[in-house]
C-alpha cells in the first residue's frame, strides 16, 4: 500500500523546473514568451516527450498573459517558474502587488482587459493566492489536450456568457478562482 501512496505523491513532484525575474519592464512579456517557448523545447528534447503545436502556443500565451499583468499593475519586479509535472505544464507569476484582481462583467464590447478571461478559458487550473508579500497567479495547461485542439470546457460550472467567440466567462467559473479556500473572481484590475 505504501507503494501506491509514494508513487501518487511523485507524480505531483516537478520532473523540470526553471523560474526567471522580471523587473517589470514592458519587455518583459516577450522575454517571458521566449522563455516558456524554450522550456518547452528543452522539455521535448531532454525528455523526449510529444506535444501538440497548440500546447506551446496556449503556454506562451497564458505567461505573456500573466506576466504582462504583472508589469501592468504590480510596480517592481515579478518572478515567473515554469514546471512540468506529471502530464502539465504549471506557470506560476509572483508579483509584489497584494492586492488580487477583482472580477469584471462580461462586456463583449469592451476593449481589452480580456487577459485573465482567456486564460481561464484555455487552462485547466487556475489559482491566485495571496502570499506574505505580494500574490501568485498560478495557471495550468495539459501536455496533451484531452479535446483535441481545443481547450478544456469550463462552461459546465453554468451561466451563459460566452465573450471572446465562446469562451465563459470568469463570473462564470467560480470553481476555478481559488485563494487559501477562498472563491475569488479575478479579472484584470
Not at 511523485?10 to 523540470?16: A, M, R, T, V
Not at 517557448?37 to 528534447?45: I, N
Not at 509535472?85 to 502587488?97: A, F, H, I, N, P
Not at 487552462?123 to 495571496?130: A, G
Request: glycine share 8%; proline share 7%; aromatic share 2%.
Amino acid at each position: 500500500m505504501d507503494t501506491v501512496q509514494d508513487n501518487d505523491q511523485l507524480k505531483d513532484q516537478p520532473l523540470e523546473a526553471m523560474s526567471e525575474a522580471y523587473e517589470g519592464s514592458p519587455r518583459d512579456p516577450a522575454r517571458a514568451r521566449r522563455t516558456a517557448g524554450a522550456f518547452l523545447t528543452r522539455l521535448q528534447s531532454v525528455h523526449r516527450l510529444v506535444m501538440p503545436d497548440h500546447t506551446l502556443d496556449t503556454v506562451q500565451l497564458v505567461v505573456s498573459e500573466l506576466v504582462t499583468n504583472a508589469c501592468k499593475y504590480a510596480s517592481g519586479p515579478c518572478l515567473l517558474r515554469l514546471e512540468l509535472t506529471g502530464d502539465r505544464v504549471e506557470m506560476s507569476v509572483w508579483d509584489s502587488d497584494p492586492v488580487l484582481p477583482v472580477a469584471m462583467a462580461t462586456d463583449p464590447h469592451r476593449a481589452g482587459q480580456h487577459g485573465l478571461e482567456i486564460v481561464v478559458a484555455v487552462c485547466q487550473t487556475f489559482e491566485v493566492r495571496r502570499e506574505p508579500v505580494g500574490k501568485r497567479i498560478t495557471a495550468t495547461v495539459m501536455l496533451a489536450a484531452d479535446t483535441g485542439d481545443r481547450p478544456a470546457d469550463h462552461s459546465a460550472a453554468g451561466g451563459s456568457g460566452t465573450p471572446l467567440g465562446g469562451l465563459p466567462s470568469l463570473a462564470d467559473c467560480p470553481e476555478l478562482l481559488v485563494s487559501r479556500g477562498e472563491h475569488h473572481g479575478v479579472a484584470p484590475r
